[in-house]
């Protein structure tokens, strides 16, 4: 059994290679409003203080503290927006409104609610009340010429906050990959049309849009590809000018009609590797074009997705500087298992309290089990015979 699996590589073997092959991209400039899902490409220093002036913190009233037991003169308003810097004097106040300015003389503010309020005056009423408080000071936030946020932060609605908060209106970031997707079988047929003998309705396409999306990467071309070397070596060399990185799905394996791999020679892809010693997915191919990455998928259903979580999402999270989603945890098996050695198994499995439950439809046609998985459960190579309750590593997918 063993001779089957010559000249096939084993899944680290096959997730280092990828690693070592890709490379980041190209840094560009996008308008604030385009950033999120980014990673940041260089260092982001404040241009000015932030607030730029001392600024009340609630409704209340802004005075000098030494004047906290006296009744209070309201000498003026300060609301939010004001431009105009008024002063107070001992003995007065101003009523002001959360994010208005400090009056020039006051240095602390009292909320509305623990004061009285007698004709023109106000009689504050709160113990506790400390200099200072309900005051945002200047650069409270952040001083002028500070660093705001470091090279590879994720962009993350906050982070787009904070940095429009102080100012910022560009930002260098990490860009998504651009990716085509060629999708070929002639036994392929469109959803919504009616099935002929010997077809079958296309959902690769489906799914890895549905993928991609959740990573806000929207920048994909499909293309349907016949079974046909040349229409196919031509699609995959223009794919291969216009975009980061090109997948195909279907036709790497060794059969009369698989001609992939042939594409791949002809528009002079270096391979990499093809075949992994691993279920499903083993004729998983990947290659290089000019810095491109070029993924083979093997076109079963539950083939793809599992390439796509093990293989091409970490290439993309490598290429554009981000985080990947799938986190790699220890579970336990919550009922005995047992497989060939050779290959690594990756279940399609649930995951809850602490264990995880492979699911029934293994199948790498059959998808019905991967909509219901929350998890890949990964089986070692050699190993045969796992027992209940036995550690084994899982791969959370994003919901």
Same mark, same amino acid.
Not at 133 to 146: H, L, T
Not at 380 to 389: A, C, P, V, W
Not at 396 to 399: D, G, M, Q, V, Y
């Given at each position: 059994?063993?001779?089957?699996?010559?000249?096939?590589?084993?899944?680290?073997?096959?997730?280092?290679?990828?690693?070592?092959?890709?490379?980041?991209?190209?840094?560009?400039?996008?308008?604030?409003?385009?950033?999120?899902?980014?990673?940041?490409?260089e260092?982001?220093?404040?241009?000015?203080?932030?607030?730029?002036?001392?600024?009340?913190?609630?409704?209340?009233?802004?005075?000098?503290?030494?004047?906290?037991?006296?009744?209070?003169?309201?000498?003026?308003?300060?609301?939010?927006?004001?431009?105009?810097?008024?002063?107070?004097?001992?003995?007065?106040?101003a009523?002001?409104?959360?994010?208005?300015?400090?009056?020039?003389?006051?240095?602390?503010?009292?909320?509305?609610?623990?004061?009285?309020?007698?004709?023109?005056? %106000?009689?504050?009423?709160?113990?506790?009340?400390?200099?200072?408080?309900?005051?945002?000071?200047?650069?409270?936030?952040?001083?002028?010429?500070?660093?705001?946020?470091?090279?590879?932060?994720?962009?993350?609605?906050?982070?787009?906050?904070?940095?429009?908060?102080?100012?910022?209106?560009?930002?260098?970031?990490?860009?998504?990959?651009?990716?085509?997707?060629?999708?070929?079988?002639?036994?392929?047929?469109?959803?919504?049309?009616?099935?002929?003998?010997g077809?079958?309705?296309?959902?690769n396409?489906?799914?890895?849009?549905?993928?991609?999306?959740?990573?806000?990467?929207?920048?994909?071309?499909? %293309?349907?590809a016949?079974?046909?070397?040349?229409?196919?070596?031509?699609?995959?060399?223009?794919?291969?000018?216009?975009?980061?990185?090109?997948?195909?799905?279907?036709?790497?394996?060794?059969?009369?009609?698989?001609?992939?791999?042939?594409?791949?020679?002809?528009?002079?892809?270096?391979?990499?590797?093809?075949?992994?010693?691993?279920?499903?997915?083993?004729?998983?191919?990947?290659?290089?074009?000019?810095?491109?990455?070029?993924?083979?998928?093997?076109?079963?259903?539950?083939?793809v997705?599992?390439?796509?979580?093990?293989?091409?999402?970490?290439?993309?999270?490598?290429?554009?500087?981000?985080?990947?989603?799938?986190?790699?945890?220890?579970?336990?098996?919550?009922h005995?298992?047992?497989?060939?050695?050779?290959?690594?198994?990756?279940?399609?499995?649930?995951?809850?309290?602490?264990?995880?439950?492979?699911?029934?439809?293994?199948?790498?046609?059959?998808?019905?089990?991967?909509?219901?998985a929350?998890c890949?459960?990964?089986?070692?190579?050699?190993?045969?015979?796992?027992?209940?309750?036995?550690?084994?590593?899982?791969f959370?997918?994003?919901?």
């Open positions: 059994m063993a001779a089957n699996f010559i000249n096939m590589i084993d899944v680290s073997e096959a997730r280092s290679l990828i690693k070592q092959h890709i490379t980041t991209l190209s840094p560009v400039k996008l308008p604030i409003q385009k950033a999120q899902h980014h990673t940041l490409a260092d982001v220093y404040a241009s000015y203080d932030i607030p730029a002036f001392r600024q009340s913190s609630m409704d209340g009233y802004a005075f000098r503290f030494e004047d906290r037991n006296h009744p209070l003169l309201i000498r003026c308003e300060m609301a939010a927006g004001t431009s105009q810097l008024l002063t107070i004097t001992s003995g007065e106040t009523r002001i409104f959360t994010g208005g300015p400090l009056p020039e003389g006051a240095d602390t503010v009292v909320m509305q609610e623990k004061t009285i309020l007698h004709n023109e005056n %106000i009689i504050i009423q709160d113990e506790r009340l400390q200099m200072g408080a309900n005051v945002r000071n200047i650069g409270s936030e952040i001083q002028k010429q500070a660093l705001a946020m470091q090279k590879a932060n994720p962009l993350t609605p906050p982070a787009i906050g904070f940095l429009a908060g102080i100012g910022i209106t560009e930002l260098m970031v990490y860009p998504m990959p651009k990716i085509a997707l060629i999708v070929t079988g002639k036994e392929l047929c469109a959803p919504g049309q009616p099935l002929k003998f077809q079958v309705y296309e959902s396409s489906f799914a890895i849009k549905a993928a991609l999306s959740q990573f806000s990467i929207s920048d994909l071309e499909i %293309i349907q016949d079974d046909d070397l040349q229409v196919l070596t031509a699609l995959l060399k223009e794919a291969l000018i216009h975009n980061d990185m090109v997948l195909l799905t279907g036709g790497v394996s060794v059969g009369d009609y698989d001609f992939v791999i042939e594409a791949t020679r002809q528009c002079k892809v270096e391979q990499v590797f093809h075949k992994v010693k691993q279920k499903p997915g083993k004729p998983l191919y990947f290659g290089m074009f000019d810095q491109k990455p070029v993924f083979g998928l093997p076109g079963n259903p539950s083939s997705l599992s390439c796509f979580y093990n293989y091409v999402l970490p290439a993309i999270c490598q290429m554009a500087q981000k985080i990947n989603p799938v986190k790699q945890i220890t579970a336990k098996l919550s005995a298992y047992q497989k060939p050695a050779g290959l690594t198994h990756f279940l399609k499995g649930t995951y809850q309290d602490g264990f995880a439950s492979p699911l029934n439809a293994q199948e790498s046609y059959r998808l019905s089990s991967f909509a219901h929350n890949l459960i990964c089986l070692e190579e050699e190993q045969q015979d796992f027992k209940q309750n036995e550690n084994i590593n899982i959370l997918l994003p919901e």
